[in-house]
């Protein structure tokens, strides 16, 4: 099996004025990533609003990736669910549509153990064979998977990747040193992109690349090539971009600067808001300041 490696755009849901699925944006939308030199494009993810989407919305959307990228770049989706048999189902979904890997969250209701969330990643990589990326992202799902269970995890033989979302920077570190070369650490937090980079991550899942994909490639790309000093500089530019997106709303963010800069981005699903026109203007500044506007 080849190792996915780079920045992987996940990428936002457009809707219509209706909350309908924008299904010519998000073709557009991919097209653009595409020819902006993006690794790879990940869908039903966080930024994607995966939780505010139907079953059949989630399936959907993933025929339209697959269709739409037609193997120029490999496609990842989250597939995650409250429970196994309906994680197991769409995973199954996900990878008979053609999908090269899936991104599974944890349970994100009830506070499962760490021996819980082993059995679940655990019962889903069993039924299915895809390759999995595990998630942890405690600020949203409300649950920590410890760098130990992680370990445990990795045993598993298609289990061979993980996003770390904590913000911790140690978590990198500390799983390397715990897995090897069994798991491959990915960076799952904007503003630490460089850092996770350096200490060795292999990926970047990266809403950012939603606004400004070829930058966000051009850093990893420096980061491979070991041209630290470049890279350093590229990440400081783009740096009040990824902070800004961290700091909140990183959704709705991300949506109305796609709409500044042309892109079909839409508006959030509610209950979640767009930006008010009062927090337009300091974005607006950001991308100008950057180059993208």
Known sequence: MKKLKGTFVVMVTPFKENEDLDEKGLRQNIDWYIKEGIHGVICNGSTSEFANLSKEERKRVIDITVDQVKGRVPVMSGTAAHSTRETVEMTAYAEKAGCAAVLLVPPYYGGPNQNEIYEYYKGVAEAVPIPIMVYNNPYTSGVDIQPQTI???????????????SADIRRIHEI???CGDKIDVWCGWEDLAYESLILGCTGWVC????????????????????KFREAEKLYYKMLPLLKCLEASQLGAKTKEAMNMLGRRGGKP????????KEQKPELRKILKDLGAL
Do not use: G
């Not at 809403?207 to 994909?213: E, F």
């Open 207 to 226: 809403p950012t690349a939603n606004i400004i994909p070829k930058m966000t490639v051009k850093l990893f790309d420096l980061v491979q090539t070991k």
């Open 176 to 178: 390397i040193m715990l």
């Open 151 to 165: 370990a445990r995890i990795a045993e598993i033989e298609n289990i061979p990747y993980v996003k770390e979302s």
């Open 269 to 276: 699903r509610r209950p979640f808001l767009p930006l008010s």
